[in-house]
């Protein structure tokens, strides 16, 4: 590996002499497999595991996060990387049943206006064109706080306006 990344031409040498086409496959020894898969496992992301891991985090107090040494840059990072998780609808309608979803709408309340705008950032993403992630959000009482933040927040009144557009669809 070169410079810590994949060895993506040692893979594809690998891969073509063991399957040139010309002769019948065989069946893979214990140790081209183990390596097989130590070598996908390592640059495969489990998104499912790394969103609990988001959501965890998420609950954490602030007082413990900065004492952890947990900056602004890091937490916006993470909801970053979560809406990059929830742009698939699938994994918008997991957030809830991973624990994530409360997490995410107590961000709406967080006391940094960057955190709060990013997450009402992340929840419009998850509700966007999804009525199972609207309602969960409704019955989670997701609406109280978008709603406060665009009556008293000029810095998310715009993302709250297009949440509370998307929210509307289950009302």
């Not at 214990?30 to 998104?47: K, L």
Request: charged fraction near 20%; proline fraction near 5%.
């Amino acid at each position: 590996m070169a410079n810590n990344g994949p060895s993506w031409d040692g893979l594809l040498k690998w891969s073509l002499s063991h399957s040139d086409g010309a002769s019948p496959s065989r069946p893979l020894s214990e140790e081209d497999r183990q390596w097989f898969m130590e070598a996908m496992q390592g640059h495969t992301i489990d998104s499912i595991s790394r969103m609990k891991q988001i959501s965890q985090i998420m609950k954490m107090p602030e007082h413990l996060l900065d004492s952890q040494g947990v900056t602004t840059d890091d937490l916006e990072g993470m909801l970053d990387e979560l809406q990059e998780h929830v742009e698939s609808i699938d994994l918008a309608n997991d957030l809830h049943s991973i624990g994530g979803l409360v997490p995410l709408l107590s961000y709406l309340k967080n006391s940094n206006a960057k955190i709060r705008a990013k997450a009402a950032d992340v929840l419009t993403t998850v509700v966007q064109n999804n009525p199972r992630s609207q309602q969960l959000v409704m019955e989670a009482n997701g609406f109280e706080p978008l709603l406060t933040n665009f009556i008293t927040d000029p810095d998310i009144r715009l993302l709250s306006v297009t949440t509370n557009k998307g929210l509307q669809l289950s009302v």
